[in-house]
């Protein structure tokens, strides 16, 4: 597919999970990519997804930034403009689980969910607003835990989760007049390493969805780049669900 052909992306946390399926999946339908990556240990894994956007023809930036810190995700927007020319796509896919008895979540826990899941993607959007052009794209990437807890333990993920619609709501009335559109997209659970489909609880997961498996983190990645594309052009203002059928 050549949809994003001369189009340029910044994906956070895009070295491994969804996010590497995410940046792997625009470069193949023609995006330039750039893409974070949390600290040192994760450089290898982030040196192949370059290797894979560079096989499939385009330019790519891997930047060293933790989502937890303000001024580093502004720095990596900017540098994805400057390095690349310009900023088309923002996808907000930086995260980290959290489970856990509600009366045992530390208040640095919260602090740090709350400042990868919520304020890196406020902060994203804002340092990228100025860069964006018509039919410029916010993604987000949230969780179907945002719209249905069906097991306890994960108040403070599916807390912070959820402040993504309301993100993603505002900002799309916000910037709509300049003709970019903003979405959410909710996986539920996925074959990513974070949550391996032969984990201790993934019969439990799967049991819950109504095609009875995992999505691939490819699956996420389509939706996504259906969004950034043509075909997403009015979608905005909305929440995606991509759980196989798990809050149906």
Known sequence: MTDLVGKVALVTGGSRGIGAAIVRRLARDG???????????GKAKAEEVV????????????VQADAADPDAVRAAVDRAAAELGRLDILVNNAGVWS???????????VDRV?????RAAFVGAQAASPHLPEGGRIVSIGSNLALRAPFPGVVLYAMSKSALGGFTRALARELGPRG??????????????????????????RGLSALGRYSHADDIAATVAHLAGPGGGTITGAELTVDGGANA
């Open 31 to 41: 995006a330039d990519v750039a893409f974070t990556y949390v600290s040192p240990a």
């Open 51 to 62: 290797a894979a956007v560079e096989a499939a023809g385009r330019r790519a930036v891997a």
């Open 99 to 109: 489970d856990g008895p509600f009366e045992e979540v530390s208040q640095a826990e």
């Open 114 to 118: 709350l400042a990868i899941h919520v």
């Open 180 to 205: 970019i559109t903003v979405n959410a997209v909710h996986p539920g659970s996925t074959d990513t390493d974070m949550n391996p489909a032969d984990g201790e609880n993934a019969d439990h997961q």
